[in-house]
């Protein structure tokens, strides 16, 4: 099971810490993503981390912006957000795989249920 929190309503330029709590498997045997979907758009990868947290991965459309980390001994998985605009309001969900490529080329084993991220201007 994954849960998400940290989510908010936030100013425009405003920060938050997302995290993902993971129970019920070997949470270092997963690799891990964070997704995020906004009204009336696809679902979009944010980037994601090999099971050990010692190699990320992210997608051009945000390199730079977002710096995924875990922590394997709380089974935890976080994604600060810093100087939000408002085109980042959207739910932001974590998931889990037992490959990181399978979960950002083709489709995570387990989903969170998302937690909405709100920025208002």
């Known amino acids: 099971q994954l849960v998400e929190s940290g989510g908010g309503l936030v100013q425009v330029g405003g920060s938050l810490r997302l995290t993902c709590a993971a129970s019920g498997r070997t949470f270092s045997s997963y690799a891990m993503g964070w997704f995020r979907q906004a009204p009336g758009k696809e679902r979009e990868f944010l980037g994601g981390?090999?099971?050990?947290?010692?190699?990320?991965y992210y997608p051009d459309s945000v390199k730079g912006r977002f710096t995924i980390s875990r922590d394997n001994s709380k089974d935890t998985a976080y994604l600060p957000i810093n100087n939000l605009p408002p085109e980042d309001t959207a739910v932001y969900l974590c998931?889990?795989?037992?490959?990181?490529?399978?979960?950002?080329?083709?489709?995570?084993?387990?989903w969170g249920q998302g937690t909405q991220v709100t920025v208002s201007s």
């Open positions: 998931a889990a795989d037992q490959s990181l490529h399978t979960l950002v080329v083709v489709n995570p084993d387990f």
């Open positions: 981390t090999i099971k050990s947290g010692s190699s990320t």
